[in-house]
């Protein structure tokens, strides 16, 4: 008897040490402050119900807000609450920084036991269809009209995927599409004078960039993280999608194993190392070894840490068919639980005073959603990263609206994988996946 | 007045038990009771009614095709694959170590348990992060040190990354971390056996050899088959090590991950725990079944 309690009380401590891992890991593996991937495996953690508790002041009404910014992006948020306390006497919003690797464990729980469930949170684009086919999300319309946000402030795809049934479900905070860093020096050195923008370039280029004499790569691609952002975009860009207009598995389609094929044979041509485990890419770019990387506007800070001259440009066109990027999209939702009128007034008047003042969160990096904030002076006088990441605004398609699309998706990144790596057929790949997935799907 | 004194005397030891027994009730038994109940039924997390599904969860466990199904045969594939190349080293290295220990100076001998033991206090982040550094295929200590003297210098091992190097990499890495553990309680077991046998050996002119295997290994008999019965649960469980290091897909996606996937990704508790509970009853049929083997001769 021993033996099996105290193999099931292990499930329980596992899951907290993965806890304290997923949260302690996050300096030195910038993927792990990326946002927008599908809720990581998480654990049981009795911090589930350490909640912000109420305000006692006397008139302040406090709002109760959740974010995932355990990372480098923390501050900025930080930044905006603060200033937005202090420029009114009504409301205190009260910011609790949840680990990012277990923000969605740490909500679901809360949401179960409904104990301290925030009053507004940040929530991935992406994870909103499930949460509002559970009918956990109070819609935005009513709030937004009050406290004076509107909807044209944001570009269609996001207020599109966030609308069900016409009733708009999330506030985007901003759009964090793929991007393409790339090293200046080694282009230089290179001759080459613009970043790529379709294959063929691409190819060129990276072919220029490798020195095999100097252990530097073209273009060091990804086998692992970063492909949950890479493969849709090329998949897209050759004119496929996840699933088809009947909701069924679709990307292992002939162009996504075009795109498979594609990204593999720039390992046979020789301009991307034979091996690449998890962040090899990001290190070899960071370390000045290869040319080019994919990876995500957050990753800005590590790279100015790391003193590279680099640039920014919107992905090439690496598909065949048009030009499109994957991105995934922090936004603010309320939860159903939040029900106290005066609450709610001050959660709108705290996302009326964000859509005009996140200028202080495009400072992380990123591209903020907020047309008013785009157009401004201080927007388009920032360095040249946010900017050419706007610029990808026009083409962006996210994850598909569908409910569980974290688990759903999951069995492709290991499959692929496996055909990065050259040890499984890409068409094979992608079938095992594909079945994987559509045993997900029959939830 | 005797039966006065026996009540008392009963009462202060259930006072003493009281604290353990509360907490034993709290983070164990009523989690386990509770954890059984979830498993019959549908419970995902973000529905606000979870409904009995008797022996579903189990069943479709069993159901070729479905996800659970896929996670619970993968899992135990990969966790019996690392219990059964890493039991033999924990004991036998474990044993090893504790054989080296006695044979030094007694002064040297307790530095030298603290050293082999520190591994031990280190957590799983710390013990991750450090092979993850030594066996990272590029730019990795060990690769690099092998290009250095021209052993698969264009062609990295993948480490981490391939089977079968993935599992010699957990293996070592789990060695460093826990063989502490194993190698205490042998130097325990070593010096419980009495000097006199083996005084007795040498007049006799036994080798060294036939010393450990006539004397010691059937005086620490017990003890071995505690190492190795504690050593296969202990296997058993593993998690952080493939979790944490490799990214070798399905080789190395131990039973522990898939049970994780499968309550915290696709929220379905239910389904988790009917494979938690099956995994805790298989665990505890293998160490009855070692139990028996291993003490038969007695």
């Known amino acids: 008897m021993m033996v099996k309690l105290k193999s099931l009380q292990m499930i329980g401590l596992t899951g907290m040490s993965l806890a304290l891992v997923i949260s302690g890991c996050s300096t030195n593996k910038p993927a792990n402050t990326a946002p927008a991937s599908a809720a990581p495996a998480a654990s049981a953690s009795a911090a589930a119900t350490k909640a912000p508790e109420p305000a006692k002041s006397g008139e302040k009404v406090t709002v109760n807000f959740w974010t995932p910014f355990s990372g480098n992006d923390g501050p900025f948020m930080k930044k905006i609450v603060d200033k937005y306390n202090a420029s009114q006497d009504k409301y205190t919003v009260k910011m609790t920084i949840q680990p990012n690797g277990d923000y969605y464990k740490l909500l679901d729980t809360a949401i179960a036991t409904k104990k301290g469930v925030p009053d507004v949170a940040i929530m991935h684009l992406d994870q909103t269809p499930t949460y509002i086919a559970k009918d956990l999300l109070t819609p935005l319309d009513d709030i937004a009209k009050a406290a004076g946000v509107e909807k044209s402030n944001f570009p269609d795809a996001t207020v599109d995927y966030a609308t069900k049934d016409g009733k708009w479900y999330s506030i985007p905070l901003d759009i964090h599409p793929l991007v393409l860093y790339y090293n200046k020096d080694l282009f230089a050195a290179a001759g080459i004078t613009k970043p790529p923008t379709n294959r063929e370039e691409f190819v060129e280029d990276a072919k220029k960039l490798t020195d095999s004499s100097k252990g530097i790569w073209g273009a060091a691609m990804p086998t692992f993280w970063i492909q949950n952002f890479l493969f849709p975009t090329i998949l897209f860009q050759n004119g496929g999608s996840f699933l088809d207009d009947k909701g069924n598995i679709a990307y292992n389609s002939p162009a996504g194993v075009e795109a498979v094929t594609f990204m593999r044979s720039l390992t046979t041509m020789k301009v991307s190392p034979p091996t690449i485990a998890q962040d090899g890419d990001f290190n070899l770019f960071q370390q000045g070894k290869s040319a080019m990387h994919f990876n995500g506007p957050w990753s800005k800070d590590a790279f100015d840490k790391a003193k590279i001259n680099y640039g920014v440009a919107p992905v090439p066109q690496l598909g065949t068919v048009k030009q499109a990027v994957f991105a995934g999209s922090h936004n603010f939702v309320i939860p159903k639980s939040t029900t106290d009128a005066k609450v709610l007034a001050g959660v709108g008047d705290f996302l009326k005073y964000v859509s005009a003042n996140s200028i202080d969160w495009a400072d992380s990096g990123q591209a903020v959603a907020s047309k008013v904030v785009r157009d401004s002076a201080a927007f388009k006088a920032m360095t040249q990263q946010q900017t050419e990441v706007a610029k990808e605004f026009d083409y962006v398609q996210f994850a598909p609206k569908v409910l569980n699309w974290g688990p759903i998706s999951d069995s492709i990144w290991s499959e692929l994988a496996n055909a990065l790596q050259g040890k499984k057929d890409p068409k094979q790949a992608l079938d095992d996946a594909a079945a994987k997935s559509t045993q997900a799907m029959k939830k | ?298």
């Open chain 2, 1 to 298: 007045m005797s039966t006065m004194s026996n009540w008392k005397s009963k009462l202060t030891s259930s006072l003493f038990i009281l604290p353990y027994f509360l907490a034993f009730l709290a983070f164990t038994l009523i989690p386990i009771v509770y954890g059984f109940i979830i498993s019959f039924k549908q419970y995902n997390l973000l529905d606000p009614v979870h409904p009995f599904v008797g022996l579903g969860n189990y069943k479709s466990i069993f159901t070729e095709g479905t996800q659970e199904n896929d996670l619970f045969f993968i899992g135990m594939k990969a966790t019996l694959k690392f219990v059964v190349f890493s039991v033999p080293f924990l004991v036998i290295v474990g044993l090893g170590f504790a054989l080296l220990l006695n044979a030094l100076p007694a002064k040297l001998r307790s530095f030298f348990r603290s050293i082999y033991f520190i591994p031990y206090a280190v957590s799983a982040t710390v013990m991750a992060v450090i092979w993850k550094r030594m066996f990272d295929v590029t730019g990795g200590f060990i690769n690099l040190l092998l290009a250095k003297v021209g052993i698969h210098e264009f062609d990295p091992i993948p480490w981490l990354l391939d089977s079968p190097f993935v599992w010699f990499a957990l293996v070592v890495a789990t060695l460093w971390w826990t063989i502490g553990f194993n190698m205490i309680i042998f130097v325990n077991a070593l010096n419980g056996v009495p000097e006199d046998l083996y005084e007795a050996a040498k007049i006799d002119g036994a080798s060294g050899w036939n010393r450990l295997i006539s004397i010691t290994l059937p005086s620490i008999r017990p003890v071995i088959v505690f190492v190795l019965i504690t050593s296969t649960i202990a296997s058993y469980n593993i998690f952080a090590q493939p979790n944490l290091m490799s990214n070798a897909g399905d080789e190395t996606k131990v039973l522990l991950m898939g049970i994780l996937q499968t309550a915290y990704t696709a929220r379905e508790i239910g389904s988790a725990s009917a494979m938690a509970i099956l995994m805790g009853l298989t665990i505890m049929i293998a160490s009855i079944i070692q139990f028996m083997i291993t003490n038969r001769k007695e």
